[in-house]
């Protein structure tokens, strides 16, 4: 039996589930982790070569714990002998590392308060996916915010963590999404996480290349199942890609914007303080509700390809 029949069913436990809020949830416990580590080696006082060093170490201990606890999940679900529950435990444990129906509740929400007018509250929920200042935004702006999430989530919330399971199995999986995590909490360029969190940073890049080159792939075949604007799609991603200042966030964003006839980027204000981010695509329809729900159809039709891809493979 192909392992990625377990995929599809974590897939499956995903859509038909979903997340569960828990103390508990295995990323919750990364978190957790990550924070008595970080207590335990940071400090302010000390200088920048200092800080890299105990932020590596930080690193180091959390993608070992996270690989050895995943790889031992998998010893002990193998000795139960039976390969029905064998796939059920590795399926349900990778569920928990994939977030497709989070990525889409949260975005169906915000469609949903848009398309009601209620700004105010879509402001509010919008601020929960996104780091910028969302107090005084319209609906293009939080249209931008959520179909500019839900296109970069794609890969570290779906496309990576099922690429690593191709690749090494449930172990490094569960690793890649202990290293997404230190990157969400540790990879700031602030005073406080600048030098600490460096290490978190650059492995995070590191782990996501060439996951957020194949969801590029996968949102140019998506675009062609779904009938949106593949030609567009493929010249926006040639020509905006590397202007993100992510090296691979413009990937899923450029493919997205260009299949949608979008422009994504622009000014984001964080602490009240503007910043300005490259545009991605051309703005030739206004953005509205509804290119959320598109940008979702993007994210589910990509992660069913991958996976049909993989078992195929």
Known sequence: MSPMITAVAAFLIDTLIGDPRSKFHPVVLMGKLILVLEYFLRRDFESSTKKIFKGGVLVLIVVAVSYGIGAGISILAGMTGNLTVQVFIEALVLSFMITPRSLAEAGKEIYFLLSMENLEQARYKVGWIVGRDTKNLNEAEITRATVETVSENTVDGIISPLFYFAVGGLPLAVAYRAINTMDSMLGYKNERYLYFGKA??????????????????????????????????????????????????????????????????????????????????????????????????????????????????
């Open 200 to 313: 978190a940073a650059r492995l995070d890049d590191v782990a996501n290349f060439i996951p957020a080159r194949i969801t590029a792939i996968l949102f140019l075949m998506s675009a062609l199942i779904l009938n949106l604007d593949f030609q567009n799609a493929l010249k926006i991603l040639r020509r905006d890609a590397d202007k993100h200042p992510s090296p691979n966030g413009g990937y899923a964003e450029a493919t997205v914007a260009g299949a949608l006839n979008i422009r994504l980027g622009g000014v984001n204000s964080y602490f009240g303080v503007p910043h300005f981010r490259a545009y991605m695509g051309d703005p030739n329809e206004t953005l509205q509700a509804p290119h959320i729900l598109a940008a979702i159809r993007m994210m589910y039709t990509a992660t069913i390809i991958f996976l049909c891809l993989a078992i195929a493979i």
